[in-house]
């Protein structure tokens, strides 16, 4: 009885991630034409130091994958202004306590705050990033959670030992749609006072 209670997890687990990639692949389809904007401010020992400015975001917590909908459903434009927004990337995925989560969109630089279409559904947040110096490790293939906890931590542990200064949890940042097999891209942010 137990070993069947399991296994039904292991599936509801499964299929809410195969779920989650499956909204990925139409973001992903369309064209990538902007990056969020960085200044590379020092590179060393495998790890950057970059300066992000202020960036008009659209997120949403939750306490599963199923934010992606929400987003996904105001860049297609389900928002104020009907407008259709470009996918931009990355994504940042951030775990948060209480077994929640976040997931941000970042809206073209041409959009502004004050004249950004304003959400439908109150579940999605927009707002303007402040500026902040983060701590940057980048790995390739495809993001797990045991990826995740061992570049965080290596990273962390890089900074501490160049009497770098953490500000706040890490974010994770992903460049590449799931069914881009080869040169992926990801990232783990750390914020830093610099």
Avoid: C, W
């Amino acid at each position: 009885m137990e070993n069947k209670f399991i296994n039904e997890l292991n599936i509801k687990e499964r299929f809410k991630y195969f779920s989650f990639f499956i909204f990925l692949i139409p973001l992903f389809m369309s064209s990538q034409n902007e990056t969020q904007r960085f200044n590379l401010i020092k590179t060393f020992d495998g790890i950057e130091i970059r300066y992000y400015p202020p960036s008009t975001m659209i997120k949403y917590v939750s306490d599963n994958n199923s934010g992606f909908r929400y987003l996904f459903n105001y860049i297609s434009g389900k928002n104020s202004l009907n407008q259709k927004i470009s996918m931009t990337t990355p994504v940042h995925i951030e775990k948060l306590s209480n077994n929640k989560s976040s997931m941000e969109f970042v809206l073209p630089s041409k959009i502004k705050i004050d004249s950004a279409p304003l959400p439908f559904d109150k579940g999605l947040e927009l707002y303007l990033s402040e500026g902040q110096y983060y701590g940057v490790i980048k790995y390739s293939g495809y993001t797990s959670f045991e990826k995740e906890k061992k570049f965080a931590e290596e990273l962390k542990q890089k900074l501490i030992n160049n009497n770098i200064k953490i500000s706040g949890s890490s974010k994770v940042l992903v460049y590449n749609s799931p069914y881009k097999f080869f040169n992926r891209k990801n990232e783990i942010i750390l914020p830093i006072i610099y």
